[in-house]
Nanobody, 124 residues
Framework: QLVESGGGSVQPGGPLRLSCAAS????????MAWFRQAPEKEREPVAA?????????YYADSVKGRSTASHDNDKKILYLQANSVNPEDTAMYYC???????????????????WGQGTQVTVS
């Protein structure tokens, strides 16, 4: 189970910090990711991180350079820290986790078997 938190109203240019708490059989999780979906747009990948080894992170071009994805392996929490947010960042943000399924790439939603309910972020 994945539960997101930290959404809400954010001022343009301000910071954003989202959290995603994982529970259940978390030891088998290999990747965790953030996706977002704006009104009338398709869901798009934002960032991902591998939970094993060095914890390599990946970012979409739209957030690269101003965002950091991190993972607390002990607490089983995924974070997304974004700076300099703008109205284009307004969306429902979803946390996702990949475990034992086929890896289609971090950007592909098919990679992830578990999804949270989402947390709304509004930049205005």
């Amino acid at each position: 189970q994945l539960v997101e938190s930290g959404g809400g109203s954010v001022q343009p240019g301000g910071p954003l910090r989202l959290s995603c708490a994982a529970s259940g059989n978390t030891d088998i999780i290999s990747y965790m990711a953030w996706f977002r979906q704006a009104p009338e747009k398709e869901r798009e990948p934002v960032a991902a991180i591998s939970t094993g080894g060095a914890g390599r992170s990946y970012y979409a071009d739209s957030v690269k350079g101003r965002s950091t994805a991190s993972h607390d392996n002990d607490k089983k929490i995924l974070y997304l820290q974004a700076n300099s947010v703008n109205p284009e960042d307004t969306a429902m943000y979803y946390c996702a986790a990949a475990a034992l399924g086929t890896f289609y790439g971090w950007r592909d939603a098919r990679t992830y078997e578990s999804w949270g309910q989402g947390t709304q972020v509004t930049v205005s």
